[in-house]
């Protein structure tokens, strides 16, 4: 069955610190990956996407993910955090329909 | 990149009554489009494929005669969530892909926040 765990519900970093949220995904096909950005009460915001190639994907905002095929894994990081990365981030797998991890609330503290 | 526009982005509507949701691709054509609801802190869920010029898909558990789909052009796409109630209050966004080729992502409309009182 195709899906997209991401185990982090919560996280909570300073400004200034080191991200990385976790995705894990279950596909059957090579995936087309994605990360999203939703602030509240509004609608998703690409940050980055993996089709093929690179497997190193940089995208707005200073953002990256590394696709590993062997661990079924996106993780999207980021070097420093500012306080207005503050969103829930949802990675995403699929083609022309997605199908959405459950997302991560990341609060900053400045 | 490309822009999908959604209208209204908030409603509010009395138990029973009927609301329309608009998904417009401004810049691109768009022979399908998607349709996913997000409830309150949690992820969002495909509910329909709409596709231009014929039915549409809907995905398990949806109720295709309470959420009816239109796609009458390749930059429109409607849904109507017939005879409200309290339990469809939710977050419907939209999403559509430019038909000009592989290896584009869909773009997401800023969606809808339906409140039925």
């Known amino acids: 069955a195709q899906s997209v765990t991401q185990p982090d519900i919560h996280i909570t970093v300073s400004e200034g610190a080191s991200l990385e949220l976790r995705c894990n995904y279950s596909?059957?096909?090579?995936?087309?990956l994605f990360w999203y950005v939703q602030s509240p009460g509004q609608g998703l915001q690409l940050l980055l996407k993996?089709?093929?190639?690179?497997?190193l994907v940089q995208g707005i905002k200073g953002f990256e993910a590394e696709f590993k095929r062997s661990q079924s894994s996106f993780n999207l990081r980021k070097p420093s955090v500012h306080w207005s990365d503050a969103a829930e981030y949802f990675c995403?797998?699929?083609?022309?329909?997605?199908?959405f991890g459950t997302g991560t609330r990341l609060q900053v503290f400045p | 990149g490309a822009v999908v526009s959604q209208h209204p982005s908030r409603v509010i509507c009395k138990s029973g009554t009927s609301v329309k949701i608009e998904c417009r691709s401004l810049?691109?054509?768009?022979?399908?489009m998607f349709w996913y609801r997000q409830f309150p802190k949690q992820s969002l869920m495909l509910m329909a494929t709409?596709?231009?010029?014929?039915?549409?898909?809907?995905e398990q558990g949806v109720e295709k005669d309470k959420f009816l789909i239109n796609h009458a052009s390749l930059t429109l796409s409607t849904l109507t969530v017939t005879s409200a109630h309290p339990e469809d209050s939710s977050f419907y966004i939209c999403?559509?892909?430019?038909?000009?080729?592989?290896?584009?992502?869909?773009?997401f409309g800023q969606g809808t926040r339906l409140t039925v009182v």
């Open positions: 999403s559509a892909r430019d038909l000009g080729g592989r290896n584009t992502e869909a773009f």
């Open positions: 596909y059957g096909a090579t995936p087309y």
């Open positions: 993996y089709f093929s190639g690179d497997t």
């Open positions: 995403a797998v699929g083609d022309d329909k997605l199908i």
């Open positions: 810049d691109f054509q768009a022979t399908t």
């Open positions: 709409s596709n231009e010029g014929s039915k549409a898909t809907y």
